[in-house]
């Protein structure tokens, strides 16, 4: 059983009621004088006050300022305090609001501001909202469409600027021009909202021509550097089953650079995967070998992980790289995985000397909390001598839950810059995947349009820095290139460009560099067209959210039959049309923390595990697709914020058309991470107590004894 609480001696609980009545009075005096030193820390700097406009030049109220960034609602808090210089997260929600604005106190440093944004038609991005790069110091008032696109438009001339040999398209001149004339239209003098417009108009102008100039580089790049850097085009495989097909597919596409990543299931020995090894070296591909997904980390020990290297790094000598640790900095994974990062790289180049160690980080800057943005837990967690091991440093990307856009050029030279002698690249890449749906990218109504529009940017930009592999390794690989003749059209043209030399572009006139004004700090802000009476700045609540990871479901090995633990479980006769019908469950919550929900499932069909913030099942907090198979595995879902609500409604709904199995399901988890379990009889053993049943011919508590 999970979170059972803590046992304490009597000796301990005694020695706790002497100290507490001294205990009250020092951490209270000490809470004031906290409270006071961080007050003062806090606006060391002083205050920026945040001005947001809409494309109209409409002024926008806190609310709708987050509703934006949210994707109304959809998404979650996502502003951070950052570094400028190295992208390392300093805070987490550091805007409140301030009269009819939002606003950061800036501490002893100076910092940036990370913050999720939509543009047209590129969809959301992460703005780095950095003063030309400086950082903010001192007290200020921003408009912040017009200072993001300021800054965003001198990170793209730098970069054009370090690309001599690009010659740019029409595209990229046309979206170029446009956002320039945008800026060049308005002055210090300008009013906020004509600002705020131009800023708006010229983001969405300047994403669309930041994609460009590198995703029409990257390969041409590659092409005339693959001498010293062998590019490396890359699918994830999760599956024994049709290889064959499989291999073979990515032979067509991206051979003589094609590379296979293939997950290693926990509780699958090296032999499962013998003949699909084997075969994709008879075609050609080379093979990268993942013996454990971050998803399945948790299910061992630090020395369990160790052996597994070891056993399957001596079952395959012919596997070509070891990817030592996947999506490491994920809050999911265990406390030591730095030690077992460590330990993995340390038997890869003992066992395999030549064979490169491949690292794959966890793309997040501004969606967890401080410790797992990606940056600042990789200075946490590694150190030298474990980098000295570490050929390959990539990281995993899905825009849907962690917009990317035009903050890719920085991260990416900021990977490099952090890992000098590596190879760097993409390690992990999808969109558009159950659970994790929060941003949107390139197209809000075709999710089949976007994610090729995906795919084409970023398997070709990601070769445009000097020691980028490219990589990708897309993770639903089968599902999305097998039949899908687009998908397939954009990595065979990115191989013919990257294996013959990619042409350039039309030449279309280059684009005048324009001079952008300086922003200048406006006395006081100008009010929103709808007031919010505040007597004074308070912090808001900032609902963070955990990212999903990869979407796969751990299996942990567990007790068979139909119950996982106990005597009792669940079952649901799933039918083959979805009825909506649910089993529920009214469950008391922490309010404005952070919570997830888990579940063991064992059998076949799909379910849909649903948390719902009202009483009308209209505000969905959280959701995750359960598809059962015959070993007990877990399911989890992203962390949600309970945002004001005392309690929330969880359900098991027969939601999924061509779904239909028996499926048992046990052990049911809600609450905070390493708190107490808030679901009454989680694990069936008290019969239907406290689970609502609409549809007593699907849903029942089976007995496993």
């Not at 950061?104 to 780095?128: D, E, K």
């Not at 069936?684 to 049943?693: A, I, K, R």
């Amino acid at each position: 059983m999970e979170n059972q609480p803590e046992n304490h001696s009597e000796k301990h609980r005694a020695l706790r009621n002497l100290l507490l009545p001294g205990l009250a009075f020092l951490l209270f005096a000490a809470v004031i004088v906290v409270a006071f030193s961080l007050r003062g820390s806090a606006q060391a700097g002083g205050t920026v006050t945040l001005l947001f406009f809409d494309r109209n030049g409409t002024a926008l109220t806190p609310t709708q300022v987050r509703s934006a960034s949210n994707n109304g609602g959809a998404g979650y808090n996502n502003d951070f305090l950052l570094n400028p210089a190295n992208m390392r997260a300093i805070s987490s929600g550091p805007l409140y609001t301030s009269g009819s604005n939002l606003a950061f106190n800036i501490p002893s440093q100076a910092v940036a501001l990370a913050f999720n944004w939509p543009t047209i038609p590129g969809g959301y991005q992460l703005l780095i909202l950095d003063n030309g790069g400086t950082g903010f110091s001192t007290a200020a008032t921003i408009n912040f469409t017009y200072q993001a696109a300021l800054d965003v438009k001198k990170k793209l001339d730098t970069a054009r600027a370090a690309r001599p040999d690009y010659v740019p398209s029409a595209k990229f001149t046309t979206a170029y021009q446009a956002a320039s004339s945008q800026l060049a239209g308005v002055d210090v003098y300008s009013p906020q909202s004509t600002k705020g417009k131009a800023g708006q108009l010229a983001l969405d102008q300047l994403a669309v021509a930041y994609d460009a100039m590198l995703a029409e580089h990257g390969p041409a790049y590659a092409a005339a550097n693959k001498s010293t850097v062998t590019p490396w085009i890359g699918f994830t495989i999760d599956t024994v089953s049709n290889y064959q097909a499989n291999v073979d597919l990515a032979a067509t596409l991206a051979a003589p650079y094609a590379w296979i990543r293939i997950v290693f299931d926990a509780g699958q020995a090296p032999s499962t995967y013998t003949t699909l090894v084997n075969y994709a070296k008879t075609k050609g591909v080379k093979v990268l070998g993942q013996p454990v997904d971050s998803t399945y980390d948790k299910g061992y020990t630090r020395a369990q992980y160790k052996q597994r290297f070891i056993d399957y790094i001596t079952a395959f000598p012919q596997i070509d790289a070891w990817e030592v640790g996947n999506e490491v900095n994920g809050s999911w994974l265990s406390s030591d995985i730095g030690l077992r990062i460590a330990d993995a790289a340390a038997e890869v180049k003992a066992r395999a000397p030549g064979k490169p160690t491949f690292l794959t980080l966890f793309w997040q800057i501004n969606t967890d909390s401080v410790a797992y943005s990606m940056f600042t837990w990789v200075n946490a967690n590694l150190p030298a001598s474990t980098r000295a091991n570490i050929d390959v440093v990539t990281f995993s990307q899905y825009q849907e839950q962690a917009p990317m856009g035009v903050a890719f050029d920085q991260v990416m030279k900021t990977l490099r810059a952090e890992f000098p002698t590596q190879k760097i690249g993409l390690g992990e890449l999808g969109y558009w995947i159950a659970g994790q749906q929060f941003w949107w990218a390139y197209n809000q109504t075709d999710t089949l349009a976007a994610r090729r529009m995906v795919a084409e940017q970023y398997y070709n930009a990601g070769f445009d820095y000097p020691g980028s592999i490219g990589g990708v390794f897309w993770w639903t690989y089968i599902a999305d290139f097998k039949s899908d003749t687009a998908m397939q059209q954009i990595v065979k043209t990115l191989r013919d460009k990257v294996q013959s030399g990619a042409p350039t572009p039309t030449p279309t006139p280059s684009p005048t560099a324009t001079a952008t004004p300086t922003p200048t700090a406006t006395p006081s802000p100008t009010p929103s067209a709808t007031p919010t009476a505040t007597p004074s700045p308070t912090p808001s609540a900032t609902p963070t959210a955990t990212p999903t990871p990869s979407p796969t479901a751990t299996p942990t090995p567990a007790p068979g039959g139909i119950v996982f633990n106990g005597s009792w479980s669940a079952m649901a006769k799933i039918p083959a049309t979805a009825t909506y019908q649910d089993l529920y469950q009214t469950v008391t919550v922490t309010p404005n923390a952070n919570h997830t929900v888990s579940v063991w499932v064992k059998g076949s069909g799909s379910l849909e595990l649903q948390v719902w913030g009202n009483a009308n099942w209209t505000k969905r907090l959280a959701s995750l697709r359960i598809n059962a198979t015959s070993t007990w595995t877990k399911f989890t879902t992203p962390v949600f914020n309970a945002g004001n609500r005392q309690r929330v409604y969880l359900s098991f709904d027969t939601a999924y058309a061509n779904a239909a199995g028996t499926m048992y399901f046990d052990e049911v988890f809600l609450g905070t991470s390493g708190g107490v379990n808030r679901v009454t009889n989680p694990g069936f053993e008290s019969g239907n107590t406290l689970w609502n049943n609409d549809a007593p011919a699907i849903f029942s508590i089976q007995t496993g004894q």
